[in-house]
């Protein structure tokens, strides 16, 4: 039904008169003063591209948050798109609330009806770290 494009982590989301889609402040890692930890802003935009004719339905989207195979954290939430095949919807999501308990390599994985349809690793660290080098 859909195909993802990408997946990516930034601040925010713009789009113009023109439909140009913006993105600020794309990052693929979290800088913390300690942790639990939590960053804001923080969105996940991601590419879904219609697969059939035409796509006209509510859909349930899943974002997870792991680390080591261990659920972190969950955004459940539904989408209703009218989509033609080869086009594409671009919709964000604000995940400012999802807690990283402790540093280290998470997976955020997207899920469309139960579908995993893309992955991305996000490191969180101590800003001790950035300081250091």
């Given amino acids: 039904m859909f195909t993802a494009e990408y997946l990516l982590f930034c601040a925010g989301k713009s789009v113009d008169e023109n439909g ?9 890692r979290l800088y ?5 930890a939590q960053h804001r802003p923080f969105k996940a935009v991601f590419k879904l591209t ?20 261990e659920e972190m ?4 939430g539904q989408l209703k798109v009218v989509i ?7 919709p964000d999501v604000d995940l400012g609330q999802f ?3 402790r540093a280290g390599n ?3 994985a997207l899920f469309v009806d ?12 101590a800003i001790d770290t950035l300081r250091e080098k």
């Fill in 50 to 69: 219609a697969k059939s004719p035409v796509i006209e339905k509510s859909i349930k989207l899943k974002i997870a948050l792991t680390l080591e195979d």
């Fill in 73 to 76: 954290a969950v955004f459940e």
């Fill in 106 to 108: 998470y997976t955020i």
């Fill in 20 to 28: 140009n889609l913006s993105l600020h402040g794309i990052f693929d």
């Fill in 114 to 125: 139960g579908k995993k349809m893309i992955e991305r690793a996000l490191l969180a660290t």
């Fill in 32 to 36: 913390a003063e300690s942790f639990p």
């Fill in 84 to 90: 033609e095949q080869g086009n594409a919807v671009v």
């Fill in 99 to 101: 807690v990283f308990p």
